[in-house]
């Protein structure tokens, strides 16, 4: 097949992205397959709709590649591409709105506020915060990944710094109440059918599981099964395909939890394009799964071309 592997683009982001979509891209080929890097640009349109792919592996992280926007145009274009619908991507980047569509259907997500953050950060406001949500908080940009402009604030000083630094990526902002526990991650599969993969326990160098963490070797550690009780793993991995179901995923994604001490699962947030650098949590999850990269990769394909085909019909042009 003639492959393209959207990577790059945008967002704060694009490092990760370049990286997943070159370990994407590598395997692939490996596999015999003819494969071309896009990077998003403002020619993108142009080389995808005169390149003649059979179809689109989407690479890209955060906006304009994760929140269904390069979905629609894809849509537009009458191309498969990998990974969830347009709806469903813009859902699951919009924590907010997620998080209520979640809450509605009875997951357990940890209570939080969304507030738009214009100019100064007035000292009423952090007290209203602290005292409805009590220390440490979480404050953090509606639509951004990686934890990027994420803090955790254990004062009032860290509140405002936290609510300055997160309007810098979104004005939109989410303040939620801190979920103390064990930090795992979840990964399902849907290449059509649900498949959840093994809970993946994360244990990181740093204070917070953040950026540098996630994507410097050394920083971080996976460990599969998570070591929690079985019971709790079992809630977990329920809770990780519901919320996968309830937004309306395809393809893969990773559901980020934390599991308190008496076990309940808290869901943290919905990634429609994870990570798939050689550090990764999914494709580690996978792995432990029997599904080695390369076969991830071409499951992911195979699901976009026969979606794609059933949706247009046979006679299609």
Known sequence: MKLAVLRGGKSAEREVSMRSGEQVAKVLRA??????????????????????????????????????????????LGLPYTGSGVLASALCMDKSRAGKVLAGAGLHVPEFEEMEVKEGI??????????????????????EGSTIGLTIAKDEDAVAGGLVLAARYDRRVLVQRFAAGTEITVGVLATPELQVLPTLEIVSENPVYDYDAKYT???????????????????????????????????????????????????????TVPGLTELSLLPDAARAAGIEFGELCMRLVDHAVGRHQHHVGPTAI
């Open 31 to 76: 596999r015999g397959h003819d494969v071309t890097p896009v990077d998003l640009d403002a020619t993108t349109w142009d080389v995808l709709r005169d390149g003649g792919f059979d179809c689109v592996f989407n690479a890209l992280h955060g906006r304009l590649g994760e929140d269904g926007t390069v979905q629609g145009m894809l849509e537009l």
């Open 217 to 271: 070797a050394g920083r971080s550690h996976h460990i599969i099964p998570a070591r929690i009780p079985e019971p709790a793993r079992n809630r977990a991995s329920d809770a990780a395909a519901r919320a996968f179901t309830e937004l309306g995923c395809s393809g893969m994604a990773r559901v980020d939890i934390i599991v308190d001490a008496g076990g309940t699962p808290w869901v943290l947030e919905v990634n």
């Open 122 to 143: 007035a000292a009423d406001m952090v007290e209203r915060l602290v005292s409805k949500f009590a220390l440490p908080l979480v404050v953090k940009p509606v639509r």
